[in-house]
């Protein structure tokens, strides 16, 4: 196989920062690839980079161990004194630096103010602003510039989700000799969305540059295709495939996985054992825990669950003494006002449940604004009997796959919005349309109500599927229809 260049908004490692040094354990940098161009009065030979968070690093990370593999990305910071390669923890690193201006039209504005929401199917008109497309614009130049410039010859590129869909047409111009991939993480959405967008055509002429576009499940390959074709941008060839400028460009569905083996192994050690029974014990012995673990996203649906949480308890179809809820909700683009306002509006609803169903020592819920280390979530996954998974839309949730990895003695109930990705792997769960809190209401009255023995069936066989669709075998699969 030759070269494989990653290509993510972001890097799989952070740059060190004084406020993470009690907390993490950094890697440093290898001196002798670092780029000494920062200029006299900066010393950057003590570098350090702590791992970053988030499904991709997850999934990618166990596929490419045995792969020559440069990872190009933003550090996640505006430093932009800082080197621009690196080696850390053996990861050939190529950094695009960002200023504080660019992270607002481009990260803030462009790709989580328009395209985010669009994506993701939101009804009400979606902001779009001039100013933060050139700015997405030049930085998706920015991106494109780099790889051509450190690419080996004849190089494999996989470029990666919504926030660079210019770049592989950007490459293809310079760069011809380069094999492209481009993956959309998120759903891609019905043309009745998407054709909203002035960009329209440069952002599916730029995806359109690869070789093979990958999407999480075949409605988002429809969903394309069909835009691809009304914008005359491309012909239809062999079904899915289309082409464009004279050349095939092949289109595919690739649901992602997760790292089954790590989830389940870790989940059966002493260690993850002791950690799930004590917190059960913690909660105060509940016949049931219900868990809800996301980004603090209004896409995941966690208004709908708190509510569906207190409309059983309000007519007391579960009682709070046999119940616990704990929700995650991990802090996410915390300077954008949507989130913003998602975050007050779920704090008020745990604070109306917590004050109205509560006993002195024993919260009926608990909600947890902050960011979990493995081994936490893999206590909490275990501890939990049933998993909520109630996304408005996503393109695959891994959250859910992860829950099931880690239920080796079959036990569990998962309930999953039919909207998300996984829907259409995990058809054993507890399928349930979000936007019906009568059903949402019903599938937690069931799970909690129904017996242990009932989730022994589902449950086994959607862990044989989650360990046969893993995200090695996911990125496997990708890389071999690339050549």
């Not at 310079?174 to 440069?202: I, K, S, V, Y």
């Not at 039919?418 to 259409?424: D, L, N, V, Y």
Request: glycine share 6%; hydrophobic share 40%.
């Amino acid at each position: 196989m030759p070269h494989l260049m990653v290509v993510a908004n972001r890097l799989p490692f952070r740059r060190l920062t004084p406020s993470d040094s009690a907390t993490t354990t950094p890697f440093s940098t290898s001196s002798s690839e670092r780029d000494t161009d920062s200029g006299p009065e900066t010393n950057f030979d003590d570098q350090e980079w702590v791992s970053s968070p988030g499904g991709l690093v997850a999934a990618l990370s166990p596929a490419l161990a045995d792969i020559s593999t440069t990872w190009v990305g933003w550090p996640g910071d505006v430093d932009t004194r800082g080197p621009n390669t690196a080696v850390v923890d053996d990861m050939q690193l190529v950094i695009v630096q960002l200023d504080e201006e660019e992270k607002r039209l481009h990260y803030n504005g462009m790709s989580n103010g328009t395209l985010w929401p669009l994506f993701h199917d939101k009804v009400a008109p979606v902001e779009i602003h001039r100013s933060w497309f050139e700015g997405y614009r030049r930085v998706n130049q920015r991106f494109a510039d780099r790889i051509c410039e450190v690419a080996p010859p004849n190089s494999a590129v996989w470029v990666h989700d919504y926030q660079l869909m210019l770049v592989p047409a950007m490459i293809r111009q310079h760069r011809p000799d380069l094999r492209l991939g481009f993956f959309l993480h998120t759903p891609f959405p019905p043309a009745e969305l998407f054709m909203q967008l002035p960009w329209r055509n440069q952002l599916i002429a730029g995806v359109l540059g690869s070789d093979l576009v990958g999407f999480q499940v075949r409605e988002h390959v429809n969903n394309f295709a069909r835009v691809a074709q009304q914008l005359e941008l491309a012909t239809s060839s062999k079904r899915p495939n289309l082409t464009h400028n004279g050349r095939e460009v092949q289109l595919k569905a690739f649901p992602i996985g997760t790292h089954f083996s790590r989830y389940d192994e870790a989940a059966r050690t002493p260690q993850v054992t002791e950690l799930a029974r004590d917190l059960r014990a913690r909660l105060g012995q509940p016949h049931t825990v219900l868990l809800g673990v996301d980004r603090l996203d209004y896409t995941k649906g966690i208004d709908v669950r708190l509510r569906a949480f207190r409309e059983l308890l309000d007519d007391g179809r579960i009682h709070p003494s046999q119940v616990a809820m704990v929700q995650v909700a991990e802090p996410s683009r915390d300077d954008v006002e949507a989130y913003v306002s998602l975050r007050s509006l779920v704090q008020q609803l745990v604070g109306e449940i917590m004050g109205d169903f509560s006993r002195l020592g024993f919260p009926v819920i608990h909600y947890l604004h902050q960011t979990h280390s493995f081994e936490e979530l893999l206590g909490l996954y275990r501890a939990a009997d049933v998993m909520l998974v109630t996304p408005f839309r996503d393109g695959m949730n891994l959250v859910a796959k992860e829950y099931v990895s880690t239920r080796y003695d079959d036990t569990g109930f998962l309930i999953l919005s039919e909207f998300a990705g996984a829907a259409t792997q995990l058809k054993q769960a507890n399928l349930i349309n979000p936007y019906d809190i009568k059903a949402v209401k019903a599938a937690i009255e069931h799970a909690v109500h129904a017996s242990p023995l009932d989730a022994h069936g589902p449950m086994r066989a959607m862990r044989r599927t989650v360990k046969k669709h893993d995200a090695v075998a996911w990125a496997q699969s990708f890389l071999d229809a690339m050549f």
